[in-house]
């Protein structure tokens, strides 16, 4: 198993650029996020989805946008790019949304803007 | 949201065990404590979970306490390997989870 999948690992970009980062899942998890990680702080959550054709934001939603598809896909799209928005990016994925699964996560996306 | 506070760093030795603690006092009856690490340059990984009842896995035990008000993350011997941020969470399903600075753990050789 392949797990959580993201791509690019790396990725450098400049103000106003558009990009996709892409997420993958092999597990047939219903539930998957995106979550950004600023230098010594924790994960903050940006979108989720509950399953295909459903999504909804998190705590930092503005300048992204994500659609669910299929169960395995949950792309993150960078509107605009801003320097605000340069950050490691990790896409989790769980079973279900029951408070006893676990999240499992990819190994991220690490974005500069200049 | 149920938060967790949990030390800035700890260190430790290698081969002896460590006890990371945590706070949640706020914590309801339908959280479930997830532990997560953080390697260097890679994803949080999923440690070990529990409701009310202390639990053993493979990779470490999760000490709950009776009321439920604080656990303790226990590594029976720490390798330089373990060294990582250790995360604390409260996870009533949902998305309603709040990942905060967590925990850097440092070892010693």
Not at chain 1, 41 to 62: C, F, K, W
Not at chain 1, 78 to 100: D, H, I, R, W
Not at chain 1, 103 to 113: E, K, M, N, V, W
Not at chain 2, 19 to 36: R, V
Request: neutral net charge.
């Amino acid at each position: 198993n392949a797990g959580v999948t993201q791509t690019p690992k790396f990725q450098v970009l400049k103000t106003g650029q558009s990009m996709t980062l892409q997420c993958a899942q092999d597990m047939n998890h219903e539930y998957m996020s995106w979550y950004r990680q600023d230098p010594g702080m924790g994960l903050r959550l940006i979108h989720y989805s509950v399953g295909a054709g459903i999504t909804d934001q998190g705590e930092v939603p503005n300048g992204y946008n994500v659609s669910r598809s299929t169960t395995e896909d949950f792309p993150l799209r960078l509107l605009s790019a801003a320097p605000s928005q340069t950050s490691v990016y990790f896409c989790a994925s769980s079973y279900s949304g029951v408070g006893n699964q676990p999240q499992h996560f990819g190994d991220g996306t690490r974005l500069s803007i200049l | 949201d149920a938060k967790t506070t949990q030390p800035n760093s700890m260190e430790s030795n290698e081969e002896e065990p460590v006890h990371l603690p945590c706070n949640h006092s706020t914590i309801s009856g339908t959280d479930y404590i997830h532990w997560y690490r953080q390697l260097p340059s890679q994803g949080p990984e999923y440690v070990i979970h529990g409701l009310t009842s202390n639990v053993n896995n493979r990779m470490a035990s999760l000490a709950i306490a009776e009321d439920r008000k604080s656990s303790t993350l226990i590594l029976h011997r720490a390798t330089l390997r373990d060294a990582a941020v250790y995360y604390c969470i409260l996870n009533e399903g949902g998305f309603k989870t709040i990942f905060g600075a967590g925990t850097r753990l440092f070892v010693k050789a």
